[in-house]
């Protein structure tokens, strides 16, 4: 190991503190663990966040968390040094770790979440395994690269199997969502985005002017599946990214072409299973197909990874904001308010 390798990181840990108003993570400096035979030290240069992150700060999570554990599972990073025995990277490589660490083929049997059932990556260096490890496309910066490996391999998932000319539903406009958005449109689908916010549909509108994007303000119309419907001469969308959970997935059920695609992706509605009271006979009257999506491998990862190396799709207009890393807890609250438009990002 090169003498300069660093031995000591700084990392924010949460707090588990959830009282309203109280900081929710804790810069701490911590010795860095001996690299393995197979391991890699990355030195972080970007970390996006998630959703998650922030629902996991205020307690909200519903699977269980390591107790003051690392937030945030998404980063991209350049290799500064490896075990003797790694083979797969070399040192001035830029990577980013898969989500879940047991997830690389996708026939595993457990499952490893990066910032719950282990420490995430808001640190300014990381250690992991180089078989969880991808290498990132060379066209992109970190800032842009960062989003990769939860929202867009979530999006990238969410979409698998669409073909040009369908119509997809895409629900809200966080980060998933507009990564799902640029995907479908550079895939030759016809979109129709959903937000509670007129504004943040005009913006979109603006930005994703030709073809013209086709918008549903949700929180307006609770009947917003017949407002879906109509858009699509009655027919319904082929495939929904579904982010509401319970008290929306019987509706994007309702404007799914019969035969189509929902794939479940979010839980961000209150969730309460009576919502679901008519989901047998609309799946069955609707043939629709439900998917889970969890993220996605490595394999996945390294699929996505080299779509976007072929097409060069820029990913620097889904970036709300960039915050500096020491203002991680700022950045938390932004997305704790969704005040966000895509993706916040720490840069390093
Ligand atoms: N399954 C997976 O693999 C996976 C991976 C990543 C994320 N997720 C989940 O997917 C969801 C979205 O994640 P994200 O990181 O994109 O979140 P985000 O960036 O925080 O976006 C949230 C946005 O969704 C919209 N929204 C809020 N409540 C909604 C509701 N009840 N129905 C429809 N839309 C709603 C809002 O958009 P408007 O303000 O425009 O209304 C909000 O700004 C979360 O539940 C997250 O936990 C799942």
Redesign the pocket.
């Known amino acids: 190991m090169a003498t300069t390798t660093p031995t000591t990181r700084r990392a924010f840990r949460r707090t588990d503190d959830y009282t309203p108003g109280t900081p929710k993570v804790k810069l701490v400096e911590e010795k860095l663990s001996a690299l393995g035979l197979t391991s890699v030290l990355i030195k972080v240069h970007a970390i996006s966040?998630?959703?998650?992150d922030?629902?996991i700060a205020h307690g909200g999570n519903p699977w269980p968390v390591l107790p003051n554990g690392i937030l945030c599972n998404d980063a991209a990073g350049e290799v500064v040094a490896a075990g003797e025995k790694v083979k797969r990277f070399a040192i001035g490589d830029r990577v980013a770790p898969i989500?879940d660490t047991q997830f690389i083929s996708g026939r595993e049997l457990g499952r490893s979440w990066l910032a719950a059932d282990e420490d995430g990556v808001m640190a300014d260096y990381v250690i992991f395994d180089e078989e969880v490890l991808v290498k990132l496309p060379s066209y992109l910066d970190c800032i842009s690269a960062a989003t990769i490996p939860?929202?867009g391999?979530?999006a990238w998932?969410a979409l698998k199997g669409m073909s040009i000319g369908q119509t997809v539903l895409i629900?809200?406009?966080?980060?998933?969502?507009?990564?799902a958005l640029k995907l479908a449109r550079a895939a030759g689908l016809r979109v129709i985005l959903?937000?509670?916010?007129d504004e943040?549909?005009q913006r979109m509108k603006e930005k994703y002017s030709n073809p013209p994007l086709l918008t549903v303000n949700?929180?307006k119309r609770p009947d917003w599946h017949e407002e879906v419907l109509q858009l699509t001469d009655g027919v319904g969308v082929d495939i929904v990214v579904e982010?509401?959970?319970t008290?929306?997935l019987v509706q994007s059920m309702k404007c799914t072409r019969r035969g189509g695609i929902v794939s479940?992706?979010?839980?961000?509605?209150?969730q309460d299973p009576k919502d679901l009271a008519e989901l047998v006979p609309v799946i069955i009257d609707r043939r629709v197909v439900l998917r889970?999506?969890?993220?996605?491998s490595r394999y996945d990862t390294e699929d996505f990874c080299a779509a976007l190396s072929a097409t060069r799709i820029q990913l620097d207009d889904l970036i709300d904001s960039v915050f500096p890393f020491e203002k991680a807890e700022e950045a938390i609250e932004y997305?704790w308010q969704?005040r966000?438009?895509?993706?916040l990002v720490l840069r390093l």
């Open positions: 966040l998630n959703y998650r922030a629902n989500i939860c929202a391999v979530t998932s629900q809200g406009t966080g980060g998933v969502s507009v990564f959903t937000s509670s916010s943040k549909l949700y929180a982010n509401g959970g008290p929306s479940q992706v979010g839980y961000l509605g209150k889970g999506i969890n993220g996605g997305l969704g966000q438009v895509g993706k």
